[in-house]
């Protein structure tokens, strides 16, 4: 069982269109982190929230905490072929000290 | 640019070889971190380090051992690998010592295929 499910785990849509990607838990979570991995490369960090209905903007990403922290998600505006990649949530438990990963959200923009 | 850079990019390996995969950072950071990614299982962490010649287990252990002689290099070890080793593996290094805030800055990953 996963701990974080995001959704959808793919998703192809055209340039200019919008799309949501939902990170989920049952559990609070401290802090939660955004990745993106393009194919070759490690994930890089985006963003990272950490109070409970935090909202963070990355130029035409929108990253959203929870207001109970159990949940984020992250919202392109009209979205370009850079933005394709994998997508990856990342959330550190109360207490714990590991992060723990989303399944990812394969994202392609078609031009 | 900080840079954590994995040896190996593609390996192809038999069942039952010694596997070494070889991680190195020029942060100075302190802490280290191995995670296997497969698709639709994320990435999974296999074994951490928060100093030299010191490691911890993280949540997929088994069939892994690591080494760290050197604060900037951090060794995967495969004893005897298996087909369901093949897989991304990913090295990761970050500042803070709470995982939990700490940027994790990736190597590029080493894709190891075990025949």
């Known amino acids: 069982t996963q701990l974080l499910e995001q959704s959808p785990q793919f998703l192809s849509i055209q340039e200019g269109e919008n799309l949501t990607v939902y990170c989920n838990s049952s559990s609070v979570f401290s802090s939660l982190q955004w990745y993106r991995q393009e194919p070759g490369e490690g994930p890089v960090l985006l963003v990272t929230v950490v109070t409970g209905g935090e909202v963070k903007k990355l130029k035409r990403l929108t990253f959203q905490f929870g207001d109970a922290r159990k949940d984020s998600s992250l919202h392109i505006t009209a979205a370009q072929p850079g933005d394709t990649g994998l997508y990856l949530c990342?959330?550190?438990?109360?207490?714990?000290?590991?992060?723990?990963f989303g399944q990812g959200t394969r994202l392609t923009i078609n031009p | 640019d900080v840079k954590v850079t994995q040896s190996s990019r593609y390996l192809v390996k038999r069942t039952g070889e010694k596997v070494f995969l070889e991680c190195v950072q020029d942060?100075?950071?302190?802490?280290m971190f191995w995670y296997r990614q497969d698709p639709g299982l994320g990435l999974r962490l296999i074994y951490f380090s928060y100093d030299v010649k010191m490691k911890e287990k993280g949540d997929i252990p088994e069939g892994y051992s690591v080494s760290r002689e050197k604060k900037e290099r951090f060794s995967l070890i495969l004893e005897s690998a298996s087909t369901n080793q093949t897989s991304m593996y990913l090295c990761?290094?970050?500042?803070?010592?709470?995982?939990?805030?700490?940027?994790?800055?990736f190597g590029e990953g080493s894709r190891l295929t075990v025949l």
């Open positions: 990342a959330g550190a438990r109360q207490g714990a000290q590991k992060l723990v």
């Open positions: 990761a290094s970050s500042l803070i010592i709470s995982h939990s805030r700490g940027e994790l800055f």
């Open positions: 942060m100075d950071h302190e802490n």
